[in-house]
């Protein structure tokens, strides 16, 4: 099966990669602009399988976009592209207003396209073929420390231009499914950690700034919960739902590990105390 993964050279794209291709069912055309966020060295070890193809394609490009698709002609389409940091986007949103709603606009599109032309007439390929998009919890708000987790039909309640740009792409998809019938799944996770996370995130830039001896910045008062999700774990899921998910379904992915900002920096310290003493 050959899967096209938009936003694949960032940390979340390339932990999807790294478990298809180590699956020898899988083909993978990653399809990144390579921002200031990705890169591609962490999947270095994949530039000579022949199971793997990077295209540099912005996906509000939407001339390129139709040569990718009608020229690599993917069996599915995982839609992982966006610009996420929630400071960038309270500085400058516009970059988050283009990539984020734009762009899945533009990719939608194309999508639609190439599935009435090259999949619709495809009968097997039909039965598997859809659009996963994914989103983040982050659509949904904040939570309080006595509110439950969220769930698929929690309110949307975005907080930041960040957040509202991915809800509204969520809802691009929906309107996409509901209006063309195309195919679609979607997921809606929590906060990812684990190797390969850019720099500018919270729990690189604690382990980097304490073991520096400078301050640690954290949003507020620090007293804003987000459930902890591993980044394999979540690669993992994501694969799950495009073997198993059903079309116009929303899926939460979460790791069960909810913990306020304060909470995970004093983990961090506390770890750290241990394994580098006198650091901070």
Sequence with gaps: ?????????????????????????????????????????????????????????????????????????????????????????????????????????????????????????????????????ISTDEVFGDLSLDEPAFTETSRYKPSSPYSASKASSDHLVNAWHRTFKLPVVLTNCSNNYGPYQHPEKLIPTVISNALRGAPIPIYGNGTQIRDWLYVDDHAEALINVALNGKEGQTYNIGGNNEKTNLQVVHSICTILDELAPGKL
């Design 1 to 133: 099966m050959k899967v096209l993964i938009t936003g694949s050279a960032g940390f979340i794209g390339s932990a999807v990669i790294k478990h298809l291709l180590n699956d020898c069912k899988f083909e993978v055309i990653n399809v990144d602009k390579l921002t200031y966020a990705s890169s591609l060295d962490s999947l270095k070890e994949f530039e000579l399988n022949q199971s793997y193809i990077f295209e540099k394609v912005d996906i509000c490009d939407a001339k390129a976009i139709n040569r990718v698709l009608f020229q690599h002609r993917p069996d599915y389409i995982m839609h992982l592209a966006a610009e996420t940091h929630v400071d960038n986007s309270i500085e400058d949103p516009s970059n988050f207003i283009n990539s984020n709603i734009v762009g899945t606009y533009q990719l939608l599109e194309s999508t639609r396209n190439y599935w009435q032309e090259e999949i619709l007439p495809d009968k097997e390929k039909s039965k598997f073929f859809k659009f996963q998009h």
